[in-house]
């Protein structure tokens, strides 16, 4: 579970970027941060997985705080996929993927295998597609590699952020039901951005509406926050 207990983030400059944000993630849910550009869900994502550090407040992963989690302990127990995956250009898929398992010293079998696993799980069957480089996949593909090294090291916790926002909105739509399909085998406790509500509805346990200020402004399930 992820706990975000009165969150404040005020940049250098002044600019309080989010306001005393309270949210509760319970494990396996998918609970999906929507609203504006700028009203501060990157800036709450890179909070909960220490890229930056809140101004104020609490952020707990199984009701430790993060700031007491080691880089490496935090890697592990988090996936993070965002929009523009930023794939290694000259790694192959399986190099790709492999990232996080190879920083953990995992000997070169159990890479190979997990590695297949994941590739096949993402649909990309990997006898296609482990040797291929990412400017030989689409942009789709490319989202799916990067899903795929997010859960390499089996993460109870996975960050999305934009992970379908540069997508063609059929392909786009594909993602999501494969993503939710994926879901049903996975797992995960997910905390994923949007600015999309229809995305944010057809994904979400839960959604928690941002508004600019980096205030909550709702937070409920989709038939609560649609029936506002
Ligand atoms: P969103 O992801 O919802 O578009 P962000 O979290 O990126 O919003 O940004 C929230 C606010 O914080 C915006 O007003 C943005 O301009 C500001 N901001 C983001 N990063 C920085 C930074 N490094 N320094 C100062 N202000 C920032
Ligand atoms: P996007 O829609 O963003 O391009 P997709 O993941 O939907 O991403 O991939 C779509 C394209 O990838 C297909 O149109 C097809 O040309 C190509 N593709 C899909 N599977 C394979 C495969 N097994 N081998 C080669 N190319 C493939």
Same mark, same amino acid.
């Given at each position: 579970?992820?706990?975000?207990?009165?969150?404040?983030?005020?940049? $250098?400059?002044?600019?309080?970027?989010?306001?005393?944000? /309270?949210?509760? *993630?319970?494990?396996?849910?998918?609970?999906?941060?929507?609203?504006?550009?700028?009203?501060?869900? &990157?800036?709450?994502?890179?909070?909960?997985?220490?890229?930056?550090?809140? &101004?104020?407040?609490?952020?707990?992963?199984?009701?430790?705080?993060?700031?007491? !989690? $080691?880089? !490496?302990?935090?890697?592990?127990?988090?996936?993070?996929? =965002?929009?523009?995956?930023? +794939?290694?250009?000259?790694?192959?898929?399986?190099?790709?993927?492999?990232?996080?398992?190879?920083?953990?010293?995992?000997?070169?079998?159990?890479?190979?295998?997990?590695?297949?696993?994941?590739?096949?799980?993402?649909?990309?069957?990997?006898?296609?597609?482990?040797?291929?480089?990412?400017?030989?996949?689409?942009?789709?593909?490319?989202?799916?590699?990067?899903?795929?090294?997010?859960?390499?090291?089996?993460?109870?916790?996975? +960050?999305?952020?934009?992970?379908?926002?540069?997508?063609?909105?059929? /392909?786009?739509?594909?993602?999501?039901?494969?993503?939710?399909?994926?879901?049903? &085998?996975?797992?995960? &406790?997910?905390?994923? !951005?949007?600015?999309?509500? $229809?995305?944010?509805?057809?994904?979400?346990?839960?959604?928690?509406?941002? $508004? *600019?200020?980096?205030?909550?402004?709702?937070?409920?399930?989709?038939?609560? =926050?649609?029936?506002?």
């Amino acid at each position: 579970m992820i706990t975000l207990d009165k969150v404040t983030k005020r940049y $250098d400059n002044g600019q309080v970027a989010v306001r005393e944000l /309270s949210l509760e *993630v319970p494990e396996g849910d998918i609970c999906i941060l929507v609203g504006p550009s700028g009203c501060g869900k &990157t800036t709450t994502m890179r909070m909960v997985n220490r890229l930056i550090e809140p &101004t104020a407040g609490r952020i707990l992963l199984d009701g430790e705080d993060v700031t007491d !989690v $080691d880089p !490496v302990g935090l890697r592990r127990r988090m996936g993070y996929v =965002i929009q523009q995956v930023g +794939l290694f250009p000259h790694h192959t898929v399986a190099d790709n993927v492999a990232t996080v398992p190879l920083l953990l010293g995992w000997d070169k079998a159990r890479v190979g295998d997990r590695t297949d696993e994941l590739l096949e799980l993402v649909g990309l069957p990997p006898a296609d597609y482990r040797d291929r480089y990412p400017h030989q996949l689409s942009g789709g593909q490319r989202q799916r590699v990067g899903v795929a090294r997010a859960l390499a090291a089996d993460p109870p916790v996975l +960050l999305m952020d934009e992970p379908f926002g540069a997508i063609d909105p059929i /392909s786009r739509d594909r993602l999501q039901r494969e993503f939710l399909r994926l879901q049903e &085998t996975v797992r995960k &406790t997910i905390v994923f !951005v949007t600015h999309d509500i $229809d995305e944010a509805v057809t994904l979400g346990d839960r959604i928690a509406v941002m $508004d *600019v200020g980096g205030e909550l402004a709702r937070f409920g399930t989709p038939n609560e =926050i649609l029936s506002d």
